[in-house]
């Protein structure tokens, strides 16, 4: 389609679906979010790095050819004030991935968060946060080399539905009375908030068939299904029960349920199997802290989803590293996860790992994963020879901090093995 502000690349192909599966040319268009405050630093650098990675793993057989769309300041300098707009969403519906540094949500009355908005408006339903350590990471665990989990938070339902009204409106006290009066559920204080949390079948199979998914694809060896079953049973112990349910009716050769691993094979998982199991979400923050080992994909939903990716990615290093993605059934979006660091705009000074790692989940995507491992392995020696961001610098003994730009440029020095 013709795009008002965007440029199309002279070069470089659409990625497409056939039968429900990406066929990714070697000169895929990517699309990319610049995004806001330092989002010019850690994009700049991590493009040096993606391209640098591709050029090295493939010879020049592959090659990006990135096309920019706007959101956030960028996008409301261009659109005269709009901060979101349509053809961004038209983008990425014809050219299906992309990635997105972090946006400001602007102060202020009726502004919806822009994150959120590209979520839903996109229906990217699966929130992915793969944790893991990189050797040499600051981290305040001491063996943090045993956490290697993938998260899978449901991004649309949930608390998150924004179904809520506010003390003293007369929409809360039509349905406080309507409660009371009606279904008979009296156990809350007068004049009380009241939110929905809807979670459905549908919504809940959809992020866990994801999670199953990127298990077999992968090669995890478990998906554990974490929610609060036990206070809240119609919403996060349905989720429980329709994991189940779906893991045996639409994967009944790759999974076996923990109880059955019990049962019928003396607590030993048959080989090949893919066991399902499932924690209470505050026994989970435990687990992830004493035993992280028992823990490979996690499906989880929206709320506890939020708390623990945060709680998880602060094991292992902290939102400077963190990356993720948002995915639906075509439409892959990836993301720094922290915000836009305001006051280290134009420093060159700010960690690009969060965004850098996400650019490698969408390497790995394409099924890249030659690239991809480059990076990691470059990144890995470049923190060994103690070459850091100020973050990581004021965590460390004897690092020699660099700015943003140096810290890229190391990478790709140590990536063609200078
Ligand atoms: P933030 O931008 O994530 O920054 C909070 C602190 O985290 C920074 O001051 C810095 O800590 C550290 N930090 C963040 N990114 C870093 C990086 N790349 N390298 C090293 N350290 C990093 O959170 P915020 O200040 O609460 O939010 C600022 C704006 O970002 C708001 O407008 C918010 O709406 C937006 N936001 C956007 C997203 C998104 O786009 N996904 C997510 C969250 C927030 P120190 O100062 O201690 O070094």
Same mark, same amino acid.
């Given at each position: 389609?013709?795009?008002?502000?965007?440029?199309?690349?002279?070069?470089?192909?659409?990625?497409?679906?056939?039968?429900?599966?990406?066929?990714?040319?070697?000169?895929? @268009?990517?699309?990319?979010?610049?995004?806001?405050?330092?989002?010019?630093?850690?994009?700049?650098?991590?493009?040096? @790095?993606?391209?640098?990675?591709?050029?090295?793993?493939?010879?020049?057989?592959?090659?990006?050819?990135?096309?920019?769309?706007?959101?956030?300041?960028? *996008?409301?300098?261009?659109?005269?004030?709009?901060?979101?707009?349509?053809?961004?969403?038209?983008?990425?519906?014809?050219?299906?991935?992309?990635?997105?540094?972090?946006?400001?949500?602007?102060?202020?009355?009726?502004?919806?968060s822009?994150n959120v908005?590209?979520r839903q408006?996109?229906?990217?339903y699966s929130c992915?946060r793969?944790?893991?350590?990189?050797?040499?990471?600051?981290?305040?665990?001491?063996?943090?080399?045993?956490?290697?989990?993938?998260i899978f938070r449901e991004n649309t339902e949930d608390t998150y539905a924004g179904i809520e009204?506010?003390?003293?409106?007369?929409?809360?006290?039509?349905?406080?009375?309507?409660?009371?009066?009606?279904?008979?559920?009296?156990?809350?204080?007068?004049?009380?908030g009241l939110g929905i949390k809807p979670i459905s079948?549908?919504g809940s199979?959809?992020l866990i068939?994801?999670?199953?998914?990127?298990?077999?694809?992968?090669?995890?060896?478990?998906?554990?299904l974490v929610h609060k079953g036990n206070i809240q049973k119609f919403t996060e112990g349905a989720f429980q029960?329709?994991?189940?349910?779906?893991?045996?009716?639409?994967?009944?050769? *790759?999974?076996?349920?923990?109880?059955?691993?019990?049962?019928?094979?003396?607590?030993?998982?048959?080989?090949?199997?893919?066991?399902?199991?499932?924690t209470i979400a505050d026994i989970m923050f435990?687990?992830?802290?004493?035993?992280?080992?028992?823990?490979?994909?996690i499906a989880t939903t929206n709320l506890n989803g939020d708390y623990l990716s945060d709680a998880l990615a602060?094991?292992?290093?902290?939102?400077?590293?963190?990356?993720?993605?948002n995915?639906?059934?075509?439409?892959?979006?990836?993301?720094?996860?922290?915000?836009?660091?305001?006051?280290?705009?134009?420093?060159?000074?700010?960690?690009?790992?969060?965004?850098?790692?996400?650019?490698?989940?969408?390497?790995?995507?394409?099924?890249?994963?030659?690239?991809?491992?480059?990076?990691?392995?470059?990144?890995?020696?470049?923190?060994?020879?103690?070459?850091?961001?100020?973050?990581?610098?004021?965590?460390?003994?004897?690092?020699?901090?660099?700015?943003?730009?140096?810290?890229?440029?190391?990478?790709?020095?140590?990536?063609?093995?200078?």
């Amino acid at each position: 389609m013709a795009y008002d502000k965007i440029t199309v690349p002279g070069s470089g192909e659409k990625i497409s679906f056939a039968n429900g599966a990406m066929q990714v040319p070697d000169n895929p @268009i990517l699309l990319f979010i610049e995004g806001d405050g330092i989002g010019y630093d850690i994009m700049t650098a991590s493009k040096r @790095i993606w391209d640098a990675a591709v050029e090295k793993a493939y010879g020049g057989r592959r090659q990006i050819s990135w096309m920019e769309v706007y959101a956030g300041e960028k *996008a409301a300098g261009l659109y005269a004030g709009d901060y979101m707009p349509e053809e961004t969403f038209a983008a990425f519906r014809e050219y299906k991935v992309g990635i997105k540094g972090p946006l400001t949500t602007p102060v202020g009355g009726g502004f919806r968060s822009l994150n959120v908005t590209l979520r839903q408006v996109l229906d990217l339903y699966s929130c992915v946060r793969p944790v893991r350590w990189y050797n040499g990471v600051p981290s305040p665990l001491k063996q943090p080399q045993d956490i290697d989990v993938v998260i899978f938070r449901e991004n649309t339902e949930d608390t998150y539905a924004g179904i809520e009204f506010e003390s003293g409106t007369p929409e809360n006290a039509k349905l406080a009375k309507f409660l009371r009066e009606e279904m008979n559920a009296t156990n809350f204080f007068a004049d009380a908030g009241l939110g929905i949390k809807p979670i459905s079948p549908f919504g809940s199979k959809r992020l866990i068939r994801a999670a199953i998914q990127y298990a077999i694809d992968r090669k995890r060896s478990s998906v554990t299904l974490v929610h609060k079953g036990n206070i809240q049973k119609f919403t996060e112990g349905a989720f429980q029960k329709w994991g189940y349910e779906l893991a045996a009716e639409e994967f009944p050769e *790759a999974t076996i349920s923990w109880d059955e691993v019990a049962a019928k094979h003396g607590g030993e998982v048959p080989d090949g199997k893919i066991v399902v199991q499932d924690t209470i979400a505050d026994i989970m923050f435990q687990k992830m802290l004493l035993r992280p080992r028992e823990h490979d994909v996690i499906a989880t939903t929206n709320l506890n989803g939020d708390y623990l990716s945060d709680a998880l990615a602060a094991e292992v290093g902290g939102v400077g590293i963190a990356p993720g993605a948002n995915i639906g059934d075509e439409i892959a979006l990836f993301e720094a996860t922290h915000g836009t660091a305001p006051k280290y705009t134009n420093l060159d000074m700010v960690n690009p790992g969060s965004l850098l790692f996400s650019g490698v989940m969408m390497l790995e995507h394409l099924d890249w994963f030659d690239a991809a491992e480059l990076i990691t392995s470059a990144y890995e020696k470049t923190i060994d020879q103690r070459y850091v961001t100020y973050d990581f610098a004021r965590q460390m003994d004897n690092a020699t901090k660099v700015p943003t730009s140096e810290f890229a440029t190391r990478i790709i020095e140590n990536m063609n093995g200078a």
